[in-house]
């Protein structure tokens, strides 16, 4: 079964750092870019970061950009999500996703990407 | 940044219903985008990418259509396990942003 754990959450106080760990299982990690979506309580879910396959290449949210890094070992098929700098606007859940993508045949370019499978999240709450 | 307009933020339904759900792009995106099921306390759950395709295992009263900047979810006829939150996505560049999801409830 394809799937990814994530574990590291928890309570903080405002300014300090917490690390989040996402272990996959069941394919192929290193052929896949990952990515970390969250969800403050109660409202819609918000994209955070991603990683290439390889790690060399990172992308991040305007808001987080400078406080969280994205980084992955696919000696160990896992992804980490380091943040500091937390502020109460990033209380949350944080999902771990897969980023599927599927590829036109002739020119490579990606015509569709999605997240699958997902995390069951790990809640950060950052309160003094 | 590509900003998606989900409509309406909640709707009212019976079961045996036909439900659907819009999403606007502010720009072109052409085919990449993904419609998401949530359950409360769950986490999300792939229903349909590309536009139109049903992700293995999602029942076929799902389906969705459109390309460009205007897409739809609809749910064919409404059981009682589909009340329950629906997102779009896109994949087409990044940031990924999401809309800001319909709550389906029971009427």
């Known amino acids: 079964e394809e799937q990814v754990v994530e574990s590291g959450g928890g309570l903080v106080q405002p300014g300090g750092s917490l690390r989040l760990s996402c272990a996959a299982s069941?394919?192929?990690?290193?052929?896949?870019?990952m990515s970390w979506v969250r969800q403050a309580p109660g409202k819609g879910l918000e994209w955070v970061a991603h990683?290439?396959?390889?790690?060399?290449?990172?992308n991040y949210i305007d808001s987080v950009k400078g406080r969280f890094t994205i980084s992955r070992d696919n000696t160990r098929n896992i992804v980490l999500l380091q943040m500091t700098g937390l502020s109460v606007d990033d209380t949350g859940v944080y999902f771990c996703?897969?980023?599927?993508?599927?590829?036109?045949?002739?020119?490579?370019?990606?015509?569709?990407?999605?997240?699958?499978?997902w995390g069951q999240g790990t809640l950060v709450t950052v309160s003094s | 940044d590509i900003q998606l307009t989900q409509s309406p933020s909640s709707l009212s339904a019976s079961v045996g219903e036909r439900v659907i759900i819009s999403c606007r792009a502010s720009?072109?995106?052409?085919?990449?985008l993904n419609w998401y099921q949530q359950k409360p306390g769950r986490a999300p759950r792939i229903l349909i990418y590309g536009v139109s395709t049903l992700q293995s295992g999602v029942p076929y009263r799902f389906s969705g259509s459109g390309s460009g900047t205007d897409f739809t979810l609809t749910i064919k006829s409404l059981q009682p396990e589909d009340f329950q939150t629906y997102y779009c996505q896109q994949g087409y560049s990044t940031p990924r942003t999401f809309g800001r999801g319909t709550k389906v409830e029971i009427k």
């Open positions: 996703a897969r980023e599927r993508v599927l590829r036109d045949f002739w020119s490579g370019d990606v015509r569709y990407s999605w997240f699958d499978p």
């Open positions: 720009q072109n995106i052409s085919s990449n």
């Open positions: 069941g394919f192929t990690f290193n052929n896949y870019w």
């Open positions: 990683i290439k396959e390889d790690g060399n290449e990172k």
